[in-house]
């Protein structure tokens, strides 16, 4: 994580980073969607579409379920 310098970001912050994403944040079908496993994900699903793609996909997810696996400390 330190190496990603991400360590100071929720989750939520760390979607934002990316830009191409951006279109897609909001459309989720849940509110507080965290694009990971979540049904009706719009990023997922522009994934499956090609228009985002795996490998950035994985460059967000890896730290995200990180981040969710490592106690909030704030
Ligand atoms: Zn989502």
Known sequence: MQEF???????????????EF?????????????HLVEPGCAVD?????GALNTRR???YRVPAQEKLRAPRIY
């Open 5 to 19: 310098g991400l360590h100071h970001l929720n989750v939520e912050d760390i979607a934002q980073i990316f830009i």
């Open 45 to 49: 699903e522009a994934e499956k579409s």
């Open 57 to 59: 996909l994985g460059f």
């Open 22 to 34: 951006r279109p897609y944040l909001g459309h989720c079908r849940f509110s507080n969607c965290l």
